[in-house]
């Protein structure tokens, strides 16, 4: 009621031990973290897909038309072992990795609003709708197919890095530029590195690209006579009705996307964006 | 008066926004001499952290100019190493350690066994050699502020700009940082042009104050701080009010009864 607050001694505490407290931090339960990982909610989650293909396949009783689970899986193993499906993926794989490197040499080089024009123009287009054209160009061949497949990773990757440069902090810049850093040495040791998150999503999205176009430019035609990649793999049993090699050709395209998304890109990722924190 | 470090003649800079020509500061100038704690005061829009950038070589003045040991500032270099205000100024891709070396070989400073010993005994004189293996986003703002303090430090330049450093940091940080750095000076005498809006930052940190006007930065004086063992007590206070009311002469006047009790 009155204006003087009212007047109260001070007062001073010992601070208890954190050793006396009850529980300051406690492990959780064994199921509690294995339910934590993230890969086994997935595994769990792969085991009943598969489960469920195998049981759905039985009812359905015709391998011409699904294989079960289990057929697949021995035509997995099957050609893993006669080494012809590695020998496809390899070849297939191959092909990708010689797009990525010229398409990373060619985008940190573009200047700046040509790439902007070039992209905003070329990045709607499908990839595999240039194929036709590629095949007048290039002819039968790895060299239409490099070029579908540069044309379908380019535009990811370079957009990305264009916006992560863009995106570099005036300070970072500021920083290098106070080193006497210029031209190419500020690029490689400043620019680079400070946009390597969005580089790393562009190249996550170009290889779905590329991933995608190349089986589906290979089932078009082979990569070259004789040594075909997956996708020919997968038109060529679908002729000979081979169905469960075409499983195990399909379930191949799949593991390979899993690993790469999951192994390659993970261990890029937690090796750099994360151990530097720059992940966004 | 030619023997000044650094010499800063009638400038006048000017950048421009979207749609606007600002004149950041007008005729200013003022000299630096060697382990000087120069400190530029001002309110917000007084030029002061573009005038540090010019002297930095960010920015070119379009009017006077500025010599650094009686060459020409055109380019940012080595020899004015730049502290910011911002967290993000450490490259987040190295350690604390690879952050101060980078920033010596990178400039040709030093290469090599030299580089790294260097950077080590810089990271130990603020306190981080346990944190030297560390990244800089599990850093605290003041472990951050520390690590580009001693990456300007090892670098050795002719001086050392500070823009606003402490500014981000809550203030017992601050306060902590402002004696680590006259410790730092105390030890070194290095040359420091720093850049403040806080009147008792200037008035703690510095040796020589130049206040700047508002829109566009004018100089409005220069004083001389007080001496270090003097600088918390009765005289410090006195010297902060002065300063205040220099600063604030203007808006003060109307309500001049009101402010003094």
Redesign the interface.
């Known amino acids: 009621m009155s204006d003087a607050a009212i007047t109260r001694p001070e007062r001073y505490r010992e601070t208890i031990d954190a050793g006396e407290f009850g529980v300051v931090e406690k492990p959780l339960s064994p199921f509690e973290r294995v339910y934590n990982v993230t890969a086994v909610r997935k595994l769990v989650i792969l085991v009943v897909l598969a489960a469920a293909w195998e049981i759905y396949a039985r009812l359905l009783n015709n391998p011409l038309l699904f294989p079960t689970f289990s057929a697949t899986v021995e035509a997995f193993a099957d050609g893993l072992v006669h080494g012809t499906l590695l020998l496809k993926a390899w070849t297939s794989i191959r092909i990708l990795l010689m797009a990525l490197l010229t398409v990373i040499a060619i985008s940190s080089r573009i200047g700046t609003d040509f790439l902007e024009t070039l992209t905003s123009m070329f990045n709607p287009l499908p990839a595999i709708a240039l194929l036709p054209l590629a095949l007048i160009w290039f002819g039968l061949g790895a060299g239409s197919i490099g070029f579908v497949l540069i044309h379908s990773v380019l535009w990811a990757v370079a957009l990305n890095t264009h916006s992560g440069f863009l995106a570099v902090?005036g300070?970072?810049r500021?920083?290098g530029?106070?080193?006497?850093?210029r031209g190419l040495?500020y690029v490689g040791?400043?620019l680079i590195?400070?946009a390597?998150p969005s580089i790393l999503t562009g190249l996550k999205i170009g290889w779905a690209f590329a991933w995608r176009t190349l089986i589906a430019a290979e089932l078009v035609f082979g990569v070259s006579s004789g040594s075909g990649g997956l996708g020919w793999f997968i038109y060529e049993n679908k002729n000979q009705l081979e169905i469960p090699n075409v499983f195990a050709g399909l379930l191949t395209v799949i593991i390979i996307g899993l690993l790469v998304e999951n192994i390659i890109f993970r261990t890029v990722e937690t090796r750099?964006v994360r151990?530097?924190?720059?992940q966004t | 008066m030619s023997d000044a470090l650094l010499d800063v003649r009638s400038v006048t800079l000017q950048y421009k926004t979207r749609d606007h020509l600002v004149t950041a500061t007008y005729r200013v100038d003022f000299q630096v001499f060697e382990s000087d704690r120069f400190v530029l005061l001002g309110p917000s829009g007084c030029g002061k952290s573009t005038l540090l950038?010019a002297v930095?070589g960010?920015l070119e003045p379009v009017e006077g100019e500025i010599r650094l040991k009686g060459e020409r500032v055109e380019?940012?270099?080595?020899d004015?190493?730049?502290v910011?205000q911002?967290f993000?100024?450490l490259?987040?891709?190295k350690t604390v350690q690879e952050n101060v070396v980078?920033?010596l070989t990178?400039?040709?400073r030093l290469t090599g066994k030299a580089a790294a010993e260097k950077a080590r005994e810089a990271i130990a004189r603020v306190k981080l050699a346990k944190f030297a293996d560390s990244?800089?986003?599990?850093l605290s703002g003041g472990m951050k502020q520390r690590v580009a303090i001693a990456r300007g430090m090892a670098m050795e330049p002719d001086i050392l700009l500070m823009d606003e450093p402490f500014a981000a940091l809550d203030a017992l940080t601050r306060r902590k940082m402002q004696d680590e750095l006259l410790q730092l000076w105390d030890d070194t005498r290095f040359t420091v042009l720093f850049v403040t809006h806080s009147i008792p930052e200037a008035v703690k940190v510095g040796s020589r104050i130049l206040l700047l006007s508002p829109h566009p930065g004018q100089v409005k004086a220069e004083l001389n701080s007080l001496p270090r063992e003097r600088a918390d007590g009765e005289a410090a206070h006195a010297l902060e009010e002065r300063i205040h009311n220099m600063l604030f002469a203007d808006e003060v006047e109307e309500d001049e009864e009101h402010h003094h009790e």
């Open positions: 902090s300070t970072l500021m920083v530029r106070n080193y006497g850093l040495r040791s400043i590195p400070a390597f750099t151990r530097w924190g720059m | 950038k930095g960010y380019r940012p270099g080595p004015r190493m730049m910011f911002e993000d100024q490259l987040p891709w980078f920033a990178a400039s040709g990244f800089p986003h599990t």
